[in-house]
């Protein structure tokens, strides 16, 4: 598909479509915690944040393997850990209180 914007003339392949989408659930965590620690009137991180930043992070993933980037694919991987382990305490927490994980 090719996207005329003024000027500049962009190529957007189906790769570069799932890019898009991995990086626009990753930015949409920073809406949820801003949007969160507001409603909370102090600074908060609920636990949508660290779903986006799976799934968000596993998304662009699968773009930075299907590019074939190195530099990108070591990046996402690595992020993937803490992501992984947050949601790992988050459901430890509510298990020990005997309440659900949101």
């Known amino acids: ?14 790769w570069d479509a799932l890019g898009f989408v991995g990086q626009a659930m ?17 600074s908060y991180v609920p636990n949508a944040f660290w779903w986006l930043s ?14 074939h980037n190195l530099v990108f694919t070591l990046g996402q991987s690595a992020g993937l850990i803490p992501y992984v382990r947050n949601l ?11 309440v659900a994980a949101d």
């Open 1 to 14: 598909m090719i996207i005329d914007v003024g000027p500049w003339h962009f190529t957007l392949s189906p």
């Open 26 to 42: 990753f930015f949409s965590r920073f809406l949820v915690q801003w949007i969160a620690s507001e409603r909370a009137k102090r």
């Open 54 to 67: 799976l799934a968000g992070g596993s998304i662009s993933l699968v773009y930075a393997v299907g590019i």
């Open 88 to 98: 790992m305490l988050v459901h430890r927490q509510a298990r020990a209180e005997g």
